[in-house]
């Protein structure tokens, strides 16, 4: 019985730090995606810009 409380706790703590990894990954990717739409808003904004020239 205690193998398995074991194994229960370690599958928890496995689980934890993998939700851990993936929420880190997403997060230092959140700061480049909106880089990057930002900056695809800036070339629409400038394209559009000097089509009205």
């Keep these: 019985m205690k ?3 074991r194994k229960r706790a ?3 703590l ?3 730090m993998l939700i851990m990894i993936v929420s880190a990954a997403l997060v ?3 700061v480049y ?3 990057s739409v930002n ?3 800036k070339q629409v904004q400038t394209e559009l810009d ?3 020239r």
């Design 28 to 30: 230092a990717m959140y």
């Design 3 to 5: 193998i398995f409380l």
């Design 10 to 12: 370690q599958s928890l």
């Design 39 to 41: 900056a695809r808003f």
């Design 33 to 35: 995606m909106q880089r």
């Design 14 to 16: 496995e689980y934890a």
């Design 50 to 52: 000097e089509t009205k």
